[in-house]
C-alpha cells in the first residue's frame, strides 16, 4: 500500500503543485491520478519513487517512509513507465526490457530470459526482441516500456501517461492488455492520466485532483460517475456522465423474453411486429418484420451477466426492432431485452 | 600536360630515391615521427577534454569553461602560438610543440562532448534515473553511448588539426612530414615539396578512415540507424 500524509510539494520557484495532499493506493488496485493539466499529477506519481522529494508529509511504502531509502535502490523496486516510453536507443529490446535485472547484478542469460517471457506477456512478438527501439511503432516500444517496468517483478507500478502518446485504437489495446495483465499480477499502481474516459475504465480507485494540487474527491468509477463531490468533479466529468454510469450497472437483473426468439422455419408470435429468426446453431440470424417474413435485418447483441447495461443500450439502438439480443460467452441466444425492460433497467439505474 | 608529366616525374624522383626510404630522413621515420607528435598531441587533448566535457555536460557546472574554450579556439592563430612557444621555451624538447598542438586539439573535443551530453534527451536521463540507475551508470551506461557520434566528431575535428598543424611545426626544427616541403622550398628541391605534399595529405585521409572506422564500430547501430528494419531472428541470440 502507498500512502501519501498530507504531502505537499513546493517548487523552488515558490509555485505549490501539491498541497497537503493525503490518500491511499491499496495493494494490488489501479489506483488512477486524474485531473487538469498542472494539478499535481506527474509531481505526486515522482514523488514516490524519489524522483522528487516532497516539500512536506511523507509518502510510506508499506508504512516505511520512503524519504529513509536511497533513491536508486528504491527505484528498483518500482516500476515507472513514462509517456515516450523512455526507452534506451542504443541496446536492443531484449537489452532494454532486461535494464533493472542487469542493475540488480542477475545473471545476464536469467535476465533476457526473464525478458523474452515479458516481451510474450505483454503481447510483443519474439521477433522483436533483436531491434533497437528506432525499429518499433509507438505502440510497440509503449508495450516495451510496460515490459521493462515489470522485469524485476516489482510489487509496484508508476504510469504517467503511459498510453496519451499513441492512436485511440492502440490505447484502447494497450489499456486492455493492461487490465489482463493486472489480472494476473495483482500490482499495486498508481496510474497517471488527464483523461477521465480512461480513469474510470482503469481505476479500481479514481483520485480527482484540482488545480493547486488538492484532491477533490476519491472514489471508485462507479460512486464517482454517480455521487460527483462537487461541481468541479461534475464539470470534470463531462456532459454524459449519465450515459457513461450505465457502463458500472450489470445485465443480470435485465427481464429478458425468450418467445420473440424462433428456431429456423418457424413463424413469429401473434401481434409482434418483429421477432428474432435463430440459426441452427441457436445464434442470431436477424430480425424479421412481421409483414416481410423474407427480409432479415441488423441486430446488436451483449454478453448477458459479463456486459454492462450500456452494451445492451447499444446492442437496442443499433437494430430496428430497438430490442437487445442477449446472447452467453460462446455467442447463442438466451433471450431479448426489450424497450419496455431497458426502459424499466434505466429507471433503476437512475434511481440507484 | 606537361605540368602533369613534370609532377608525376617529381614524385617518381622522390619516391624511386632509395635514400628516401632509410634513416633519420627517410619516409618510415618522418611518417613515425609524424603519428607520434599528433597521437601524444590527441591522446593528451583527450585525457583533459572528454572528462571535463563529460563531466560539465552531465552536471551542468562550470558551462563557461565551454564558452570560454570555444572561443579562444576561434580567436587564437595556432601558428602563432606555436612560434610563441618556441620562442619562449626554445626548441631543445618537443614540448614547445605539443603544448601549443594539446591547446588547440582541446576546444573540439570538449566543445562536442559537452554539447553530445547536454544534448540526450531529457527523457531518456529522465527514464535511466527511473530505472535506479545511479548518476555514474546514467553517464557512462546512457549518455556516453547515445553522445558517442558527437564525441567522437570532436576527436576526429581535433585530429585533423592537429595532424595539419604538426605539419606546420616542421618550421621550429622538429621532425614529421613537413619537413619534406619546408626543407624542399629551401634548397629548391622540388620532387621533395611535392612528395612530401602527397604524404601529407594521404596521411590526413588515412586518418580520416580510421576514425570512420571506429565510429563504425563503437556507435550502437541504435543511434546511427544504420540498420534496415529486417533483423534476423532474436532467436539465434536467445539460443546463446
Ligand atoms: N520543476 C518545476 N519547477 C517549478 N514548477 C514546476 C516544476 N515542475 C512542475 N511545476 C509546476 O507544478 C505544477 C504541477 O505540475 P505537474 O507536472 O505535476 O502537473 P500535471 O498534473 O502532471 O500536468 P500535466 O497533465 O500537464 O502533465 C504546475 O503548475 C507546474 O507548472
Ligand atoms: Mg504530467
Redesign the interface.
Known sequence: MITFDEVTKRYPDGTVAVDRLSLEAPTGEITVLVGPSGCGKTTSLRMI?R?IDASEGRILLDGVPVEGIDP??????IG?V???????????I?DNVA??PY?LGWDR?KA??RA?ELLERVGLD??????????LSGGQQQRVGVA?ALAADPPVLLMDEPFSAVDPIVRTSLQDELLRLQAELNKTIVFVTHDIDEAIKLGDRVAVLRVGGTLAQLADPKTLLSRPADDFVREFLGHDRGIRRLQFVPTSGLELRTDLAVAPGASGPDGEPWHLALTPEGRPAGWVPRDEPERLERYGTFVLGRDSLRSALDAALLSPSGCAVAVDGDGKVVGVATRDALDRALAEAADG | MSWLTSFLGWLGEFFGDPANWSGPGGIPARLTEHLEFSALALALAVLVAVPVGLAIGHTGRGQLVVVVAANLARALPTLGVLVLFVLLLGTSSIWPVIIPLVLLAVPPILVNTYEGIRGVEP??R?????????GG?VLG??LV??ALPLILLGLRLSAIQVVATTTVAAYTGLGGLGRYVIDGFATKDYSSVVGGSVLIVAFALVVQAAFTLVQRVTV????S?R?K?R????????S?
Request: hydrophobic share 35%; no cysteine.
Open positions: 519513487n524522483m536508486p535502490t528504491l527505484r528498483r523496486g515507472y513514462i509517456q515516450q516510453a523512455g526507452l534506451f536507443p542504443h541496446r536492443k531484449v535494464t533493472v542493475l542469460r533476457r530470459d523474452m519474439p521477433s522483436l526482441a533483436g531491434r533497437y527501439p528506432f525499429q521493462r | 527523457e531518456l529522465d527514464a535511466a534515473y527511473g530505472m535506479g540507475l545511479r551508470q551506461q546512457v553511448p547515445v550502437s547501430p541504435g543511434v540507424r540498420l528494419v533483423q534476423p531472428p532474436a532467436r539465434k541470440e536467445n546463446r
